[in-house]
């Protein structure tokens, strides 16, 4: 089945540093990703749709000068948490559309990454 | 625009007793409905989807949701569960030809042995 393989698990950066999140399709091509951030015992918040070859579109309130999103290949996307702050710590998940099917064939949702920012 | 609400936030229950948790959806339009799992500290796994068809949809895990189009409602049961059920249920909504998710806030299953 579709795997997105998403890196780091977990990471832990001191404030005012940056923090890269790949998301990866295995073994289809995604020319949409999601990115999504999750606070404790909430729900998930959509951050911003990655799309391939061109700029992202962010949700109303996501800073895109502070969340970097690149998507270069159809198979994978990057976040990036620049000039982290305590405040952007979080649970960060993506998911990807497999282009190859009709809309809402479902999404692959990677395992999320835990960003402690200290 | 869609919303999803998961009336329940917690929902405790004894092993081998069955479970419903219940979803309710507003949307001008028609929509998919997901339901998906998530384990402690991991992503999304996908459970069951209702695209078109049978409002009657079977899942993974022994799980299975019924669309009910006059209420709204995509309720997700199953007839018994486990300790392994143990976990927090999201419900999504997308509107036909869209390709966002909108996500309930979530149920957490409590699985009592």
């Known amino acids: 089945g579709a795997v997105v393989s998403q890196h780091p698990s977990r990471v832990i950066c001191k404030s005012g540093t940056s923090v890269k999140i790949e998301c990866r399709s295995l073994?289809?091509?995604?020319?949409?990703m999601f990115w999504y951030r999750q606070f404790p015992k909430q729900s998930l918040m959509l951050m911003a749709t990655?799309?391939?070859?061109?700029?992202?579109?962010?949700e109303q309130g996501v800073e895109k000068d502070k969340f970097l999103i690149n998507h270069a290949s159809l198979t994978l996307s990057t976040l990036t948490v620049t000039s982290a702050h305590p405040e952007d710590s979080s649970f960060y998940i993506c998911?990807?559309?497999?282009?190859?099917?009709?809309?809402?064939?479902?999404?692959?949702f990677g395992s999320g990454t835990r960003l402690t920012v200290v | 625009a869609q919303s999803v609400t998961q009336l329940d936030s917690q929902v405790p229950v004894f092993e081998e007793a069955p479970v419903e948790l219940r979803c309710n959806y507003s949307s001008s339009v028609s929509v998919y409905l997901f339901w998906y799992v998530q384990y402690p500290n991991q992503g999304l796994q996908l459970l069951l989807k209702?695209?078109?068809?049978?409002?009657l949809v079977k899942g993974i895990n022994g799980f299975e949701a019924e669309f009910n189009k006059s209420q709204t409602s995509f309720h997700l049961r199953k007839p018994s569960v486990h300790i392994s059920d143990t976990a927090e249920y999201f419900c999504?909504?997308?509107?036909?030809?869209?390709?966002?998710?909108?996500f309930g806030k979530g149920t957490k299953l409590s699985v009592i042995p």
């Open positions: 073994d289809f091509q995604a020319t949409t």
């Open positions: 990655s799309n391939e070859g061109s700029k992202a579109t962010y």
């Open positions: 209702y695209l078109s068809g049978s409002t």
């Open positions: 999504a909504v997308s509107g036909a030809g869209s390709y966002q998710l909108t």
């Open positions: 998911s990807a559309r497999d282009s190859g099917r009709q809309a809402n064939y479902g999404y692959t």
